[in-house]
């Protein structure tokens, strides 16, 4: 089946102006035109933009994406080669888990500074802060 543009974005969920983002950072190939210089797809770029969406789901940048299609589009050893990337994309989304604990951690431990009474002008929240600044210039 063919889809113009516009009719791809639907079925897609994307905009046109993300189909022809795809196309210059070439995540799809470029399209067929009609004889009036319609745009006109075929299914696999609807699998193609599915594909990327899916794994923009899952964190991957475009640029990840794109080294990722470079892997699809391998004949041989296609396989290895994604589970390289899968697990480099595990480990990344592991120290993104542990800088958030840290983040939270510290947020738990400003939160604790806080008195009863919440209406002081002075606020340990902004001191602790502050002195924190203090000690880094």
């Not at 319609?38 to 923009?56: A, G, S």
């Not at 296609?78 to 899968?86: A, E, L």
Request: proline content about 3%.
């Amino acid at each position: 089946m063919k889809y113009l543009i516009s009719e791809l974005a639907n079925k897609c969920g994307v905009n046109k102006e993300t189909i022809r983002y795809y196309e210059r950072f070439g995540l799809i190939p470029e399209p067929t035109r009609t004889n009036t210089g319609y745009r006109t797809y075929q299914d696999v770029t609807v699998n193609r933009i599915q594909f990327i969406k899916r794994m923009q789901d899952l964190g991957f940048s475009l640029s990840e994406i794109d080294k990722l299609l470079g892997v699809v589009d391998k004949d041989d050893e296609r396989c290895i080669d994604m589970y390289d990337f899968v697990i480099q994309k595990i480990d990344e989304v592991q120290k993104k888990i542990r800088d958030l604990k840290k983040i939270e951690q510290m947020l738990n431990n400003l939160k604790e500074c806080c008195p009863v009474e919440k209406t002081l002008h002075e606020c340990p929240i902004i001191e602790t802060l502050m002195g924190e600044n203090k000690k880094t210039e």
